[in-house]
Each structure stands twice: as C-alpha cells, then as structure tokens.
C-alpha cells in the first residue's frame, strides 16, 4: 500500500525565513513518481515539481529546493527567503508508474503562513 | 502550463436545486478526474475517466455523476443538491505515457455553496 505523510499541520514563519516542508512516503513499488502541489488562498492546485523514483538529483528552481532521499522516503520542500506570497497549503504526493494517475495519493498537506 | 477549465467558479443554490459543474481541457489528455477539498484540506477522488465512454467512482462515495461523451469536457451533475454537497470541486486531467510521469494538472476548482 502507499501512503504519504506530512507530519507539519502548519508552519508559521517570518518573511525572509527560510522554511523545509517535510514528506515522507510509503510504496512497494520500484518506480514511482513524486510530485509537490502549492494551493493558496484562490483554491487552485497548482504543480509545482515531479521527480521520478530513479532520479534522486536535488532540484532548484529560484527560490525552491528540493530534497529526494530513497534512503529515507523523504521528498522535502525548502523555501529559502520566503515571502509573504508563498502562503498557501502545500501537497506531496505519490503515484505509482504502473498505476496511473488514477491511484495517486496526496498528503493531508501542511499549511505555511509567511508573515510580513 | 495547464489548460483546464472549469465554470462556474462560484455557485450559491438553493436545496434540491439541479447542477452541473463544467470541466474542459484542452490538452488531449486522456485521464480526468474529479476531486472534492474542504477549504484545504484533505483531496477526495470522487471520479475519474480513462477515456470517452469511460467513467468510475473514486474511493470518496458521492451522490454526484459524471459524464464523458468528448475527450475534452467531463462534466458533474448534481441532481438534487443538499448542504452536505457545500465544498470545493476540482477537475483535473492526466496524460498517458512514460513522459507524462501521471502528473495530474488541476483547474482553478468550483466552490459550490448548498443553503
């Protein structure tokens, strides 16, 4: 079975702070696929990264980081210097390859609020 | 960038009130689903769509249905609404193939409010 656990609720941070939003997740499968979703205020999902289960090279995208450790299950999200703009509810999630996208499991998400 | 669509993106009815919920993409992807979030919280599958013809419920039981007569549009009707049905529901699609990774892309969501 697989499972994806966001064990921080909520986050409080200052602006420029920098923050980690934790993943960890469960699967038996070999190839998997792991995504990280922002949802602000206006409700859209919007994606915002996929690694796949083979290729555990960090991503950076301007102020966005990413961590993928097989070791660990974890795929952790860090915003350096964060902004007022970044607060939203952030989603992991997981789907395996031979499943489709039709058994993709998100986390219960973790709440951010950057504060001016 | 995704290209999905819903409408309307604000719906105040009444109860017993008939609905639908618009969804169209315009990507060609195959795969669509809806899901229904609490103001964020946990997502719920309630369906989804392998192909035209193609529909199935999702592992959250609704009272709602689903259609799927093109590959770009997958619409949800509520027949008789209640208060129960308030939340936000969101349409999403899926490509098929190794280069799509089931990354699944959201529209913007339709927030329905049943008084």
């Known amino acids: 079975a697989q499972k994806v656990t966001q064990a921080q609720t909520e986050i409080s941070v200052v602006e420029k702070e920098d923050v980690t939003l934790d993943c960890v997740y469960e699967t038996r499968d070999t190839t998997y696929y792991l995504f990280w979703y922002k949802q602000p205020p206006s409700g859209e999902l919007v994606f915002l990264i996929r690694?796949?289960?083979?290729?555990?090279q960090n991503e950076i995208s301007g102020r966005y980081s990413w961590n993928f450790q097989k070791s660990t299950s974890s795929f952790n999200f860090t915003i350096t210097a964060s902004q007022v703009v970044d607060s939203a509810v952030y989603f992991c999630?997981?789907?395996?390859?031979?499943?489709?996208?039709?058994?993709?499991?998100f986390g219960a998400g973790t709440r951010l609020f950057v504060k001016a | 960038e995704a290209d999905i669509y819903q409408t309307p993106r604000y719906l105040v009815i009444g109860t017993g009130k008939k609905i639908t919920l618009e969804c169209s993409q315009t990507m060609g992807h195959d795969k669509m689903y809806w899901y229904q979030q609490d103001p964020g919280m946990e997502l719920h599958l309630i369906h989804y769509?392998?192909?035209?013809?193609?529909?199935e419920k999702g592992d959250l039981s609704s009272e709602s249905t689903v259609s799927r007569i093109r590959t770009e549009h997958f619409p949800l009707t509520l027949e008789s609404a209640r208060p129960s049905h308030t939340s936000q529901y969101l349409c999403?699609?899926?490509?098929?193939?190794?280069?799509?990774?089931?990354?699944?892309?959201f529209g913007e969501g339709s927030w329905l409010t049943v008084v």
């Open positions: 769509s392998y192909g035209v013809n193609s529909t």
């Open positions: 999403a699609s899926s490509g098929t193939g190794v280069s799509s990774g089931n990354t699944i892309y």
């Open positions: 690694r796949n289960s083979f290729d555990e």
């Open positions: 999630a997981l789907s395996e390859a031979r499943t489709g996208g039709f058994k993709t499991i």
